[in-house]
């Protein structure tokens, strides 16, 4: 079933938007963030009607909704959402995927992770594709400001929040062109394999923390 979701994602996006790579883009940045917002509503529900609460988990989760937020605010200043046809298939789709987590990640939150991890390998191989495909034209075009600012300029105390994997140094990319800019939503996507991967262990209820959460953790005590 999970890989049944993921192939239709990929089978209307592909055939859709096969030579249309920026709208392409805006609907899976719409789309593959909405487990996000699933898992975050059915926390909150746990939380609320006192089952368990697990408030690194709904941090991580939302820094990696506002991380696709960005990726999707990126591919809005490319134009990606100028047709309203476009917008209207995202939307449609997000709704649909929006309650469809809800109820995998409420009976079996290992394989709603599961279906995100597949879904970001997805959305890694095709910026990496893209990438390879579009090399010099990107290199060309100027960054967007807003990726500008998330990247380089902003806070980026939610940019590293997502990113379990990073263990050592945080990650600080160059965002100095549309290639730089497309290099970092790919690595970006690879980050969030990363850590679906992590919310899948056996004893990830008890182990899983923030980045800040386990730096604090690891700091020595002065
Ligand atoms: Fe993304
Ligand atoms: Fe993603």
Known sequence: MIRLLVGVLVFVINTVYRDRPIPRFYV???V????????????HFSETLGLWRKSDWLKVH??????ELHHLLIMEELGGDKMWIDRFL??????LYYWIVIILYVIHPKAAYNFMELVEGH?????NKYLTENADELKAQPAPQIAIQYYRDGDLYMFDEFQTGQKLEPRRPSVNNLYDVFVNIRDDEQEHVKTMFACQQTNAQLTFKSPHSQAQLEAPIS
């Open 123 to 127: 959305a890694y191989d095709s910026y």
């Open 32 to 43: 593959a963030r909405v487990p996000y917002f699933s898992y975050l509503s059915v926390l």
């Open 62 to 67: 939302f820094a990696e909704s506002w991380n």
């Open 90 to 95: 995202a939307r449609s789709v997000a709704l």
């Open 28 to 30: 899976l940045e719409t």
